[in-house]
């Protein structure tokens, strides 16, 4: 069991606080993804789980036992680093069997786990080479053979894939997976890109500026994000955000869109928001051909197509701009008007505060 | 880029280039060819006042014979090497110690203690020449090669530790950080990750400070007295006859006694390779 739970947690340099309190619990063999925005402190949390960096308040546990005040080398993790950190005068063979070698394990032991792992990442071939013969996909694989041999409980990697090209980062991330469903070992992956945290985690945490902002599965987030920080972060071309108003009617709320149209919504769960609210709805949710509950007219400004889809950004009359997501095939050109359809069951409503006040889950 | 490489400089620089660059050269080399030349010169020339112009002979082999059947140079070479050997090794080790604690251990205090290693470099050495050969007396260290190493340890262990904390600090820090998450000792990590990186750090270092204290002639004069102890720099001058100065056998003993560094650079030459942490990082 390496369960890995973390109460309180908070970080300080000096009077700066990087962390501000952080709750969370990851399951003994989940695939955790810390996602968010560049300086939020995703990789300074995975670093105070690893031991390189003190906690200043709260406590941590791995496996039921308390890590708050142990050392890295006590914490029986294993850590991938972005920079992939290999030891460049020793072979890759030597580099993988490094860690065992300097606690004591016996050689012919090392040999039979540095062959296993050789053998699951595709590096046989390459055992006696130097880091500096490898290719950066190679390194990371050998930067991941090091973690795996000591077969530690839990599995940290600190952006692993961002310094390889996308075709390769497509291939380690499916690599990844499979590396996860074989070893059902728990893992916690910093990333800052949402597809990497959307295809591979069973829980996402969404940080922003040291805190927690959302934690769910990857479609939870999607669907029924908490707040407008999660809306917008989750989710490519971003979320659109609509400033409008909102009047009870009957059994719902009535919201005024811009153009002077207005959409029908369910009532939320709580109270009516007084005073200004932000409606969302994803670009893949609108229609540019018009069809939904409402219509809203623009200007297309930029059309991206792309084969498999066309993306328009269009500008309503009163400013707003909303990005759309079309078929392939789809020909509005720049300068052309386009009718966007919303869908009433899409919408998302948010308070003045950027709380979410109804989710449009299109699972329901 | 600054210099311009002399290919892509003007034909007229370049002309200039290829006449001045020899002669520049020449007259840096003037002092050692000058040594050279009076080491093979007969003492008559000298007698002679011919002390620049072309030998009336060929005297080298005498003279360098003289050197090493007229005065115990043989013994002063030792004493240098029993200096200096020591002495490199001490300093170096010391110093990658330091380097290591003080470029990756945050503690209250590693600014100022590394700050006191810079600050011991630009004390004039001159002025501790009274209190040193005093402390030495008292400690029962004067006139002896240990007295000599451990003040050279002391004295060169200052610039070492600045030159090896700022390599250590160029090293990629993730090394060091994937080690202590793989269970790796501190102790371990400085062995087997940090010290091979340092290759061409230590091998540098040992050639300067193996330069700096085999021709060190200050200290070697002021702890030491007797031939039993005194390294060659010193020792040259008892070459001199007690009424004549024999210059060309002094210079025929400083050739002889210039050539350990030299040999010492070319020993160290293939360490000197750029781009060890090649592969470490995503480079």
């Known amino acids: ?17 990087v962390i501000k309190g952080v709750d969370l619990s990851v399951a003994d063999g989940e695939f955790c993804v810390f996602v968010g925005p560049s300086g939020c402190g995703k990789s300074t949390l995975l670093r105070m789980i690893a031991g390189l960096e003190d906690i200043s308040g709260g406590t941590l546990s791995i496996g039921g036992r308390d890590m708050t005040n142990v050392g890295p080398s006590e914490r029986g993790v294993a850590m991938v680093f972005q920079s992939y950190a290999l030891y460049p005068h020793m072979t890759v063979r030597d580099n993988i069997g490094f860690g065992l070698k300097m606690t004591g394990h016996a050689k012919a032991d090392i040999d039979a786990r540095v062959a296993e792992a050789a ?21 990371q694989r050998v930067a991941i053979g090091r973690a795996i041999v000591r077969k530690p409980e839990v599995f940290l990697f600190d952006e692993p894939l961002s310094n390889l090209d996308a075709a390769l980062r497509v291939q380690m991330r499916i690599e990844l997976s499979h590396l996860h469903a074989d070893l059902k070992a728990t893992m916690i992956y910093v990333t800052h890109d949402q597809v990497e945290a959307m295809t591979m985690a069973d829980k996402i945490v969404v940080l922003s500026a040291g805190r927690i902002e959302q934690v769910g599965s990857p479609l939870d987030l999607y669907h029924r994000p908490d707040n407008l920080f999660v809306a917008g972060f989750i989710g490519s071309p971003k979320m659109n955000f609509i400033k409008t108003r909102t009047t009870a009617a009957g059994a719902g709320v009535t919201v005024t869109l811009p153009g002077g149209g207005t959409l029908s919504l369910p009532a939320p769960a709580g109270d009516l928001p007084k005073g200004e609210v932000t409606l969302g709805v994803r670009p893949e949710h609108l229609s540019a051909t018009g069809e939904g509950d409402a219509t ?3 200007t297309v400004r930029v059309a991206e197509h792309l084969g498999s889809e066309t993306l328009y950004f269009a500008a309503l009359p009163d400013g707003t701009e909303l990005s759309v997501k079309a078929d392939g095939l ?3 050109r720049v300068g052309d008007a386009i009718t966007i359809g919303i869908p009433a069951s899409a919408c998302h409503l948010f308070d003045g505060e950027g709380k979410a006040v109804l989710n449009g889950d299109l699972r329901r | 880029m600054f210099p311009t490489p002399i290919q892509k400089a003007s034909p007229l620089t370049q002309k200039a280039y290829v ?9 840096w080399l003037l002092p050692l060819i000058g040594v050279a030349i009076t080491s093979v010169r007969p003492a008559s020339d000298l007698a002679a006042g011919n002390y620049f112009g072309v030998p009336s002979g060929f005297a080298g082999v005498d003279n360098y014979t003289a050197v ?3 005065s115990p140079i043989g013994l002063y070479i030792l004493n240098s090497f029993k200096v200096t050997i020591p002495t490199v090794i001490g300093s170096v080790a010391l110093a990658s110690l330091m380097g290591f604690a003080l470029s990756v251990y945050k503690f209250r205090g590693n600014l100022i203690v590394f700050f006191m290693f810079v600050a011991g470099n630009f004390i004039p050495f001159q002025i501790l020449m009274v209190p040193v050969r005093d402390f030495t007396l008292k400690a029962g260290l004067y006139d002896t090669t240990l007295g000599l190493v451990l003040f050279h340890i002391a004295f060169q262990t200052g610039f070492c530790t600045l030159f090896m904390r700022n390599f250590i600090r160029g090293l990629p820090f993730s090394l060091i950080e994937a080690a202590r998450v793989e269970g790796v000792s501190e102790w371990k990590i400085f062995v087997h990750v940090v010290l091979p990186l340092m290759r061409p ?16 002639y200050f200290w070697a004069t002021v702890l030491v007295q007797g031939s039993h102890a005194m390294p060659v720099t010193a020792g040259l001058y008892s070459l001199n006859g007690q009424w004549v100065a024999a210059w060309h056998l002094v210079s025929a003993g400083a050739i002889v006694a210039a050539l350990p560094p030299v040999a010492m650079f070319f020993l160290m030459q293939r360490h000197f390779i750029a781009g060890l942490t090649l592969g470490a990082t995503k480079g």
């Open chain 1, 1 to 17: 069991m390496a369960d890995v739970t973390l109460k309180g947690v908070t970080k300080q340099f000096g009077a700066h606080a």
């Open chain 1, 119 to 139: 053998r699951m990442l595709q590096l046989d071939a390459l055992l006696e080479r130097k880091p500096g013969q490898l290719s950066g996909g190679q390194r």
């Open chain 2, 19 to 27: 006449i001045l660059l020899p002669i520049a050269l020449v007259l």
């Open chain 2, 68 to 70: 090493f059947r007229d």
């Open chain 1, 296 to 298: 809203l007219t623009g």
């Open chain 2, 201 to 216: 750090a230590i091998a540098a270092l040992s050639v300067l400070v193996f330069t700096f204290v085999w021709n060190d």
């Open chain 1, 330 to 332: 789809s020909g509005l």
